[in-house]
T-cell receptor, first 116, second 108 residues
């Protein structure tokens, strides 16, 4: 069973469209994240949710809206897509250190978004 | 945020060679992890090492937190070691900043 799964893995769309990426983790983790990896492989955190509450919101355009319906899911909706949004988006999860578990960051396989 | 610098940016190795990758960071950290991104894009955890030394097979890592650097050692490299190695650090567990990575190419 995949620990952190994302769908879709590939997304090709036109500028101006709206799209969503879904993420689910079956690790029982408390915290989920969205990271963006650009064409130069640079990874940058976008959002972090802990127990469904938004705790980190980096400088990301308002067109990006995360939603966490429960601890196991974190979705990313993007409005009015632009060329610069083309990237690989990674979902990740981790467990809180206070639970006595090493807070490894586990990544999904990524969703490659191409905006034409 | 914490600045992370990785060196070298690129490394080409002959199979069987040893190498050291370095990660410097600008502030004290409570979380430091090393990842390997394979040629298929998967990000795989290697070490959680905010301080001390750990070994896992042919890989080992050392973090000297007081001097703000971490080293990843690859011994007897294999072609399957190719990919990008990332260091990620954070003052807490929620906001890890990634370095730009070291791209390793191991030639047979």
């Amino acid at each position: 069973d995949t620990a952190v799964s994302q769908t879709p893995k590939y997304l090709v769309t036109q500028m101006g469209n709206d799209k969503s990426i879904k993420c689910e983790q079956n690790l029982g983790h408390d915290t989920m994240y969205w990271y963006k990896q650009d064409s130069k492989k640079f990874l940058k955190i976008m959002f972090s949710y802990n127990n469904k509450e938004l705790i980190i919101n980096e400088t990301v355009p308002n067109r990006f809206s995360p939603k966490s319906p429960d601890k196991a899911h974190l979705n990313l909706h993007i409005n009015s897509l632009e060329l610069g949004d083309s990237a690989v988006y990674f979902c990740a999860s981790s467990q809180e250190r206070t639970s006595g578990i090493t807070p490894w960051l586990f990544f999904g396989e990524g969703s490659r978004l191409t905006v034409l | 945020g914490i600045q992370v610098e990785q060196s070298p940016p690129d490394l080409i190795l002959q199979e069987g060679a040893n190498s050291t990758l370095r990660c410097n960071f600008s502030d004290s950290v409570n979380n430091l992890q090393w990842f390997h991104q394979n040629p298929w894009g998967q990000l795989i955890n290697l070490f959680y090492i905010p301080s001390g030394t750990k070994q896992n097979g042919r890989l080992s890592a050392t973090t000297v937190a007081t001097e703000r650097y971490s080293l990843l050692y690859i011994s007897s490299s294999q072609t399957t070691d190719s990919g990008v190695y990332f260091c990620a650090v954070g003052p807490n567990d929620y906001k890890l900043s990634f370095g730009a990575g070291t791209t390793v190419t191991v030639r047979a």
